[in-house]
């Protein structure tokens, strides 16, 4: 009886330790979701919604206290005050920055605790690209980890803000430790042309929100292979071009077309893993999965970066309220930067102008030719044609020089006589 009890008692006291580890594991995880200016707002509105995790905190900043307004699931922050009045940036990248570097004491609070910073923003107005760049570079300050994910505006919208977009992007890049760029174009090209607009967003929040979710689920729920944040954090070091996704699988034997779908985000222009230097592959699964299908998912992964040197991280995790078989998140860095728009355009330029240089000299070439008696014969028909011209000009000389009548048809076949042959005939 007393051993029954004792067991008892050291059962209580192991489960009391596991709990306490994995509350402990949960605490030391900060995941701070942040929405800057409208679009992000209004994303981080649709999340906050969707989201299952208590451990995580939604923020949305804005220098429009109005649109702030609107976000009533989830905390808030005005910037620029002084400046702004409360009445947004004008779609001014740079009153928007200044905004942000007014409240930087305000930004630096809220972002204190924070392990890892998740930041969503649409670009080409004045708060998202404006103030995102100020946050980075207090996360950067405070050596936090920053993942974005910033959509580009429409095609309609104009160069303007094409522009504006673009130029954010770069200062996002090289700040962030992984940005994944979502184009609004695409989602005409995903979705039907029947779709509403603001459904239209709440699906490119979905897909946003589902990354996000796996993300958050591989870092904080105990797993039976572990993805831990140090290994998070060295694979979002590592330089160069992020890809990122989720693939669903209905079943087991799927795992390796989900993991191909998580590199096939519709609303994502171009999105290869090729040449990565790392890559984390989070499994999670309502049951447990075959170590045959494990291997081959692995495998394929393998083929698909193409290099057998990547830093491959993987963890698997057993969830058994998952509504279906299996999710596959994948996380892949230090992708080799393709050539820029701009140096491709500059190349081909290059190319253009050395085909013109190629067609002048061809140009030039038939110019200097262009008086080829027959164009389409070979020499020896050449040479004959220019012996007639030759007895013809003996015959006409004489009569020119002496001053003497020609007729008009000997003087139209003459003329006919291209210039340059002319004057070698009278030397």
């Known amino acids: 009886m007393h051993n029954l009890l004792s067991k008892e008692k050291e059962s209580k006291e192991n489960e009391s330790k596991d709990s306490e580890f994995k509350e402990t594991k949960s605490e030391e995880i900060n995941i701070h979701v942040i929405g800057v200016g409208g679009c992000g707002g209004n994303a981080i509105t649709n999340m906050a919604g969707l989201c299952q995790h208590s451990n995580i905190r939604f923020t949305s900043i804005n220098t429009d206290i109005s649109a702030l307004h609107q976000c009533n699931n989830h905390e808030v922050l005005l910037i620029g005050e002084a400046t702004t009045k409360g009445y947004g940036a004008g779609a001014d990248p740079q009153v928007a920055y200044n905004a942000a570097r007014q409240s930087e004491e305000a930004l630096s609070t809220l972002i204190e605790n924070d392990t890892i910073i998740i930041i969503i923003a649409g670009l080409g107005g004045g708060t998202g690209s404006g103030a995102m760049p100020v946050l980075l570079d207090i996360a950067k300050k405070n050596n936090i980890d920053v ?66 979710e796996a993300i958050i689920t591989m870092l904080t729920k105990t797993g039976y292979i572990n993805v831990d944040i140090n290994d998070f954090s060295h694979i979002l070091s590592l330089e160069g071009n992020t890809a990122l996704g989720v693939g669903v699988a209905e079943d087991g034997s799927l795992l390796c077309d989900a993991l191909t779908h998580a590199l096939e985000n519709p609303l994502v222009d ?158």
């Open 147 to 212: 993942m974005c994910f910033v959509t580009l505006p429409f095609k309609s919208e104009g160069s303007k803000r094409k522009e504006i977009a673009l130029t954010a992007l770069q200062e996002i890049k090289a700040a962030a430790n992984a940005t994944l760029v979502l184009s609004n174009d695409s989602l005409m090209a995903a979705l039907n042309e029947t779709v509403g607009l603001l459904s239209a967003f709440r699906h490119c929040d979905t897909q946003m929100h589902r990354i996000v």
């Open 270 to 427: 171009e999105q290869s893993i090729i040449g990565a230097q790392g890559v984390i592959v989070q499994l999670t699964c309502k049951e447990e999965p075959s170590l045959a299908m494990y291997e081959q998912m692995l495998a394929t992964l393998q083929n698909i970066i193409e290099s057998s040197r990547a830093l491959i991280i993987t963890g698997v995790t057993v969830s058994a309220e998952l509504p279906h078989f299996g999710e596959v998140l994948v996380i892949a860095t230090g992708i080799p930067v393709a050539p820029q728009h701009s140096e491709i355009k500059e190349r081909s330029e290059d190319e253009k102008s050395t085909e013109s240089a190629e067609y002048t000299k061809l140009d030039q070439y038939k110019q200097l030719n262009q008086f080829s008696l027959l164009e389409e014969v070979d020499m020896v028909e050449q040479s004959r044609e220019l012996e007639e011209y030759r007895e013809f000009i003996g015959e006409m000389l004489p009569m020119k020089m002496n001053g003497s009548r020609i007729s008009a048809n000997l003087e139209s076949k003459y003329f006919n006589i291209p210039a340059f042959i002319r004057q070698q005939m009278k030397q």
